[in-house]
């Protein structure tokens, strides 16, 4: 498993967030992108999107907590075979979760190789 502290995984992820076009960003409203070692149920999984997509923010109120785009570093790391492939993951894991903010399903992010 590669070696990567908390704090060079943090700036890799802003890194990540700060190549992608600002089209994609501009409409995240209300979203926080976290970090965790392991999701809980210690799944491989690599990212996840809590929260609400566009398609369904009628049904979103006043006061709701943020939605959240969770990165899971020991699963990248795992995952990643030297710092390059860990560096593109992270970008195309940020570019994934986003889709789902979107409110594109799996299937679609898959067929676009987003994921």
Partial sequence: MLEVSHEEFESMVADGLDSLHDDMLSKLDNVIFLIEDRPADNSPILGVYEGFSLAERDIYGYGEEPDRIIL???????????????????????????????????????ELGWG
Wanted: negative net charge; contains cysteine.
């Fill in 72 to 110: 899971f570093r020991e699963n990248l790391l795992e995952h990643c075979a030297d710092m390059d492939e860990l560096i593109a993951e992270i970008r195309i894991t940020l570019i994934h979760e986003i889709a789902h903010f979107y409110g594109i399903s799996e299937e679609r992010i898959h």
